[in-house]
């Protein structure tokens, strides 16, 4: 599998701002998905990246540096609903099976 | 459209007894793949499957087998479950490989005890 650092866990206050970074080692990059996984329930979609900047979705923004294996996830004015795991996804063309996925962070949003 | 679902929801097994996890989508995806998730570890594959007919192997195949007779559905088995596979397995489905349409979208998940 890929190599694909993310934190374990993250505590920020309501209303707040939290910064989630994500990095990856691999030799064939092409894009990189960010999902939100509330606990007991499914992974859903919340970005993608593929060329480097800044991609911005509401309250969710992601950031992806090519050269530098590093992608973010931003989370603005956080709410208490805000709380789940974030799962850092990396496509990579010279593994046959394309996504891995990171192991999560844990976002603990305290009122 | 209900998107993709799994059955069952739990499920309880001895070491040694065998069993099949479906999955069914309705959203016309080529692409189905199986995930284990386990605590720290993150989601690993299992296999995966790149259109009717077609299976292949992922991250962590060993133990399991898959089917996929029909576009919308992919079928896990279990010939002889240990407790090593004790997990939460989860399906998706994606509309094909490449760009945005590579997001994948998962059901809600099996829970698997081998006792």
């Known amino acids: 599998g890929q190599n694909i650092d993310q934190p374990t866990e993250m505590t920020a206050t309501e209303g707040a701002i939290v910064q989630i970074n994500c990095t990856y080692q691999t030799s064939g990059f092409n894009g990189l998905f960010w999902y939100q996984q509330h606990a007991g329930e499914a992974p859903t979609f919340l970005s993608y990246n593929v060329l480097d900047g800044l991609e911005e979705k509401g309250r969710f923004s992601s950031f992806l540096s090519r050269s530098k294996g590093y992608s973010y996830l931003l989370l603005k004015e956080l709410q208490m609903k805000d709380s789940a795991s974030y799962l850092c996804?990396?496509?990579?063309?010279?593994?046959?099976?394309?996504?891995?996925f990171g192991a999560g962070t844990t976002v603990t949003v305290r009122a | 459209n209900a998107g993709v679902t799994q059955t069952p929801k739990f499920r309880v097994l001895k070491t040694g007894q065998s069993m099949t996890l479906l999955c069914a989508q309705d959203?016309?995806?080529?692409?189905m793949y199986w995930y284990r998730q386990d605590p720290g570890m993150g989601l690993r594959l299992i296999h995966y499957?790149?259109?009717?007919?077609?299976?292949a192997k992922g991250e962590v195949p060993d133990g399991y087998n898959v089917s996929r007779l029909k576009k919308q559905n992919f079928l896990l088995g279990l010939e002889s479950a240990a407790p090593s596979q004790t997990s939460v397995y989860f399906c998706?489905?994606?509309?094909?490989?490449?760009?945005?349409?590579?997001?994948?979208?998962f059901g809600p998940g099996t829970r698997l005890l081998v006792l």
């Open positions: 959203m016309n995806h080529e692409y």
């Open positions: 996804a990396v496509r990579d063309d010279s593994n046959d099976y394309k996504l891995s």
């Open positions: 998706a489905s994606s509309l094909s490989s490449g760009g945005l349409q590579e997001t994948q979208y």
């Open positions: 499957s790149v259109g009717e007919g077609t299976t």
